[in-house]
């Protein structure tokens, strides 16, 4: 069984950083493209990022671009999001999520629970 257990969430003032980590455990982690989502109360769940296996394509929102970088390091079946400039904007639920292929364009089987981002003054 697949589990993925996000970490590293909390509160950061606007200008603050922000380290989310995602461990993944049930599969053989470098096989699989994984996601960063965010979910914001009243809107549909947004892609932030996302990551190929081998590390060599990804992918940021126009918003994240520039602020945000998505790493993963297959030896300890961890994902991360390193989150910089934040803004009020970013605040959200932050899911990590596990793709079928490879690929960051193949469609996503798997969710932890969350961690909770606010970037507040």
């Known amino acids: 069984q697949v589990q993925l257990v996000e970490s590293g969430g909390g509160l950061a003032q606007p200008g603050g950083s922000l380290r989310l980590s995602c461990v993944a455990s049930g599969l053989t982690f470098g096989n699989y493209a994984k996601t960063w989502d965010r979910q914001v109360p009243g809107k549909e769940l947004e892609w932030v990022s996302g990551i190929s296996s081998d590390v060599r394509v990804t992918y940021y929102t126009g918003a994240a671009k520039g602020r945000f970088t998505i790493s993963r390091d297959n030896a300890k079946n961890t994902v991360y999001l390193e989150m910089n400039s934040l803004k009020p904007e970013d605040t959200g639920l932050y899911y990590c999520?596990?793709?079928?292929?490879?690929?960051?364009?193949?469609?996503?089987?798997?969710w932890g629970r969350g961690t909770l981002v606010t970037i507040s003054s």
């Open positions: 999520a596990k793709h079928l292929t490879y690929s960051i364009a193949s469609s996503l089987d798997s």
